[in-house]
Nanobody
Framework: VQLQASGGGLVQAGGSLRLSCQAS????????MGWFRQAPGKEREFVAA????????DYVDSVRGRFTISRNNAKNTVYLQMNTLEPEDAAVYYC????????????????????WGQGTQVTVSS
């Protein structure tokens, strides 16, 4: 499966952005999907993930309550709605996919995802 992330940009602190991850090559119905981010000089970190069934989600504590991950299997797309953005949220955001037989499993570790898209830059001005 190929992944294409988009929707990044420059936003003021307190603003919102919605990232999209368009999948191609395979339908994502049987894939758990995730978002990671990497700031300069830092490790790539988990942000959010959603199970293949869409019944379960998980978030890193720093974005819980501000970010929402969702999916539209009919459009083969996963979204990350980011509200109340903070300068600390600035990073390159990557989407990732994991083929998952357990429909409610939510992976959260980098090594659990086999497929990665290119990143989309999010810049937050203070």
């Amino acid at each position: 499966v190929q992944l294409q992330a988009s929707g990044g940009g420059l936003v003021q602190a307190g603003g919102s952005l919605r990232l999209s991850c368009q999948a191609s090559g395979r339908t994502i119905n049987s894939y758990a999907m995730g978002w990671f981010r990497q700031a300069p000089g830092k490790e790539r970190e988990f942000v959010a993930a959603i199970s293949a069934s869409a019944g379960r989600t998980d978030y890193v504590d720093s974005v819980r309550g501000r970010f929402t991950i969702s999916r539209n299997n009919a459009k083969n797309t996963v979204y990350l709605q980011m509200n109340t953005l903070e300068p600390e949220d600035a990073a390159v955001y990557y989407c990732a996919a994991r083929f998952e037989i357990q429909s409610d499993y939510v992976p959260a570790a980098k090594h659990e995802f086999a497929f990665w898209g290119q990143g989309t830059q999010v810049t937050v001005s203070s």
